[in-house]
C-alpha cells in the first residue's frame, strides 16, 4: 500500500486553514521544507484561495506569491506542484521548478491551460469542479454523483488527450467539497473504488474540509483543526487502501504516520527489538 502524501502551502491571506500565516514567502518556504521534512513527497503551493465563498485572485498577485516559494522550494530539491486555475501561472511555476500543475478546475476555467501545460513535460491534475468558489455550491445537484463525477472527469481526461497530454501524465481527483455538500462528499469516498477504477492516478484531498468536521460536531464550526487533523488520517488510510495515487494534506506528519501504521497492518510486519 504506497501513498503519497501532497503537503499543501497556501500562500494566500485568507486560507481557512492556515489563517494568512504564511502569506510571507519566507514563512511559507519554512512551512513547505517542515512538511517535507515530515514525510511529504510533494509540495502543492497555491496563491489562490478556494474556500467557499471565495473571489479570483489577479494571475500577476498570484504569481508574485507563487514564484518565490516555488523556485526556492524546487532548489532545496523538493517535488513541487502548482496549485493553480491560470495557464500564465501554470507555465512560469514549471519554469521555476515546478513538475506539476494541479487545476481544481480540471482545466475549465483557463482555455489555454490543457494546451500549456503539453508543451511542458510537466504531469497535471485534473480535478472534478463546477464552477468558482464565489458559488460553490450551485451545481451540487446530482442524481448519481459517483457516476457523475466518472463521466465527467473523463471528459477532462480525453479533452487533456486531445490538447497533447497523454493519459500517464494525468492525475485525476473527484474533488471534495468542491461543487458538494456534506454527505454528497460521503457519497463520492463510498464510491472512490470506481474512480481508482478509471486508470489515472488518483489524488484526494480532504484535509480539514467541513464535511469532516460535520461529521464529528453537528456545527462543524465546533470541531478544532486538531480533530479534523485526525479525521484527515483516517480518511487518507482509508483512501490509501482504496488504492489512490496520492493524498493531499496540511497535517503531514499525522498522515505519514496513519499510513505507517496502516502499512504495518498490511504487511503483517513484526516487532523486531
Ligand atoms: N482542495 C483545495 C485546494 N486545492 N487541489 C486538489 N487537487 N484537490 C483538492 O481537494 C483541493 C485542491 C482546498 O483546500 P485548501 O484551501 O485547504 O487548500
Known amino acids: ?19 494568512g500565516l504564511f502569506l510571507a514567502a519566507d514563512a511559507a518556504i519554512a512551512h513547505g521544507l517542515a512538511l517535507r521534512a515530515h514525510g511529504a513527497a510533494i509540495l502543492d ?3 489562490e484561495s478556494t474556500r467557499p465563498g471565495a473571489d479570483r485572485v489577479d494571475p500577476e498577485l498570484e504569481q508574485e506569491r507563487v514564484l518565490p516559494v516555488v523556485t526556492a522550494l524546487a532548489e532545496a530539491g523538493a517535488t513541487v506542484s502548482i496549485d493553480t486555475m491560470n ?3 501554470a507555465l512560469a511555476a514549471v519554469a521555476a521548478g515546478a513538475r506539476i500543475v494541479n487545476d481544481v478546475s480540471g482545466g475549465l476555467s483557463d482555455p489555454e491551460m490543457l494546451s500549456a501545460v503539453a508543451g511542458t513535460g510537466a504531469d497535471i491534475v485534473l480535478q472534478h469542479w463546477r464552477g ?14 459517483v457516476t457523475e463525477v466518472v463521466v465527467e472527469l473523463s471528459s477532462r481526461v480525453e479533452a487533456a488527450a486531445a490538447a ?5 501524465r494525468v492525475v485525476v481527483d473527484p474533488g471534495i467539497g468542491f461543487g458538494k455538500k456534506g454527505a454528497q462528499n460521503w457519497a463520492v469516498l463510498h464510491g472512490l473504488s470506481r ?3 478509471m486508470g489515472p492516478r488518483v489524488l484526494l484531498g480532504t484535509s480539514r474540509k467541513r464535511f469532516l468536521a460535520e461529521t464529528l460536531e453537528p456545527d462543524g464550526d465546533e470541531a478544532s483543526v486538531d480533530r479534523r487533523d485526525l479525521a484527515t ?25 496513519a499510513l505507517k501504521v496502516a502499512d504495518a497492518w498490511e504487511s503483517g510486519a513484526r516487532w523486531t527489538s
Open 195 to 197: 474512480i481508482v477504477g
Open 132 to 145: 468558482y468558489s464565489s458559488d460553490m455550491y450551485a451545481g451540487a445537484v446530482y442524481d448519481d454523483i
Open 164 to 168: 497533447g497530454i497523454a493519459p500517464s
Open 45 to 47: 503551493v497555491g496563491g
Open 233 to 257: 488520517a483516517v480518511t487518507s488510510v482509508l483512501a490509501a487502501r482504496t488504492g489512490v495515487w496520492g493524498v493531499r494534506v496540511h497535517d503531514v506528519a499525522a498522515t505519514v504516520d
Open 87 to 89: 495557464a500564465s501561472t
Open 1 to 19: 500500500m504506497t501513498c503519497l502524501v501532497m503537503g499543501i502551502v497556501n500562500v494566500t491571506p485568507d486560507s481557512f486553514s492556515d489563517g
